[in-house]
């Protein structure tokens, strides 16, 4: 699969669960605008063929490379950023994993169950949308959720693109993230308010918002059907360094009150 069949197929899968993406875009290119996405965002489980060294390898043969990786402790996650090298416009890639072992017994016992028999490697078609899991039941995607509302998010959801988020800068009507959170508000998208509507400051080189994830109607294995959370939308606004390139990375702060746009309400 090259670039650009790839991101094709992953705006497609993700407009499918999250309407939301594809109302915002269409109010970004009622203003005459185009929709430039700053990053893509994966999630996944720290198993053998399914961790972030496959991730890094799998994003590899698209011409993607590791840049910088972070750690998130109080959510059991380390995270790494990737961006094409010869290529500016290509959106970076945020993949993050869960590490399990830093989960309770009873959580690592619900994630074997769903991730039970995965003995081949992840491929660029499950990061499109193919769901590569058993689903849950409805009591262990509560359990799950209630101990890691990122495990409880990945078991249901799996692989597909968890956020795209919007490039501010490439915007020539709408100069700033406030710009964008009013545009917003007033056309009634819900933002994520966890540490304020807008994450980071001008000091940190990278300010961004998201929306709260759609939801979804889900079977859980057991037949209970229930509305889940689905994916959301993000903004990001950078700002240029001591050197006068724009920051290219990531804020652990930031993104930890992101993640929490998929929580359960
Ligand atoms: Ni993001």
Redesign the pocket.
Known sequence: MQRTEFFAKLWSQYIQVTPQAHSIQALINARGEDVIND?V?FRTFDIEGFDLDRASALLATIGYEAFDHYTFPDKHLRAKAYRVPDDSNAPKI?FSELIRSELDEDAQAIIREVTRGLERELTLTDLTGRYAFHRPTFDQYQALADVSEYAGWLATMGYQAN?F?LNVNALQTLGSIEEVIELLLEHQYQLNEVGGRIKGTPDDLLV?ASTIADQITFEFSDGIVSDIPSCFY?F?YRLADSSGALFQGFVPNN?NA?FESTDRR
Request: net charge negative; aromatic share 10%; proline share 0%.
């Open positions: 990053h965002a945020f956020h988020t961004q993000e990001a993104a992101i």
